[in-house]
């Protein structure tokens, strides 16, 4: 084979790969790995954005089942505990539903159970969800409830929506307006014509579950800063009749004192909290002192404040029971509250 002939042969057998082609290729390796890990950091970020709107969506349609659907049943507050726990009110005459006005009476049967089947709680990796409603309007600015499972401060990630809504704070169970003692040439006692000191009665209905649920208040407010020595007790015997018929038929027990506030406060009878007064030491002007009653009261019937009016000065004085949430903040309890306030419910849940 002569040398020509092995140089064609030599020259056919070429190379698969050159110094050139190796070096070319680099820059597209690293475009296609530059280009791969662009798109598993977007495929993450989707997943991201899909996780956060998921969760978002989760609380945003959680608040709107609270202040716009009655729940399920629509009267779960006094008859079964609820599969959905939402707050607006429902009128069962006309079957209809108030969105966005809540119903005092579920919102004292709320606890943090409803919340986490409402937003899906440990199922969907929350660790915290928080459900607080406070006034907003001039009539209930300091008013404040709140329901909390978990921490706040431990979680990574918070999701909040809020709604503006409608809230009869109290619930105005029963008043006796202009209460004062009278001299012995008055006629105005109890019920008619005897001189002396007035005795005067509310009776109001406390259902069953309602001490544990509900706070009620008796509540006194007088012009006189110097008050009126007023005693009062609470009678649960239902079967006391709608009109006294003598000032002797019923004696408060113990002398508890509603005015003036004293230092160290009065206890009701049957013990309980002392008095809580808005001006403990007041300059002039008005007073204001309220007793929490619930330790007096009788589940499933009627109820009964007894209010004898006596001592000096004989200044008037209004007495309210009011029904609020378990657990207010007794600064909250008013009578203007019983009235239609605005407030604001703000829906948080972490993980």
Not at 17 to 25: A, E, F, H, K, Q
């Amino acid at each position: 084979m002569s040398l020509k002939t092995r140089n064609i042969f030599r020259d056919d057998r070429g190379q698969l790969l050159t110094l050139d082609i190796l070096v070319s290729l680099i820059p597209l390796v690293m475009i296609l790995g530059i280009s791969a890990n662009a798109m598993t950091g977007s495929v993450n970020q989707v997943q991201d954005y899909i996780f956060v709107y998921d969760m978002q969506r989760g609380v945003n349609s959680a608040i709107d089942i609270i202040v716009k659907s009655p729940g399920t049943p629509v009267n779960w507050n006094v008859s079964t505990s609820p599969v959905i726990a939402g707050l607006a009110t429902y009128n069962l005459s006309t079957g209809l539903v108030v969105p966005n006005f809540l119903d005092g009476d579920k919102l004292g049967g709320m606890n943090i159970s409803h919340l986490s089947i409402l937003l899906g709680g440990e199922n969907r990796g929350l660790s915290y969800w928080n459900l607080n409603i406070t006034g907003v309007d001039n009539k209930s600015q300091g008013f404040f409830l709140n329901f909390t499972n978990g921490s706040r401060a431990a979680v990574k990630d918070l999701f909040v929506a809020e709604r503006i809504a409608l809230l009869k704070i109290n619930n105005d169970m029963g008043s006796a307006m202009d209460i004062g003692h009278k001299l012995s040439n008055d006629t105005l006692d109890c019920n008619s014509g005897f001189p002396g000191n007035p005795i005067f009665t509310i009776d109001f209905y406390v259902g069953t579950g309602e001490t544990s649920a509900f706070d009620f208040w008796i509540y006194g407010h007088t012009e006189d800063e110097a008050g009126s020595n007023t005693d009062f007790d609470v009678d649960t015997n239902s079967s006391l009749p709608s009109t006294l018929p003598n000032c002797n038929y019923y004696n408060p027990v113990s002398g508890t004192t509603l005015f003036p506030c004293d230092s160290p406060p009065d206890n009701p009878p049957g013990g309980g909290p002392p008095e809580v007064c808005d001006d403990p030491a007041p300059s002039g002007g008005e007073v204001k002192a309220k007793i929490l009653l619930n330790s007096q009261l009788v589940e499933g019937q009627q109820n009964r404040v007894v209010i004898q009016a006596q001592g000096s000065p004989a200044v008037l004085t209004d007495y309210y029971i009011l029904k609020v949430p378990s657990g207010m903040n007794d600064t909250s309890v008013r009578p203007e509250l019983a009235e239609t306030s605005v407030v604001k419910v703000r829906l948080e849940g972490g993980i």
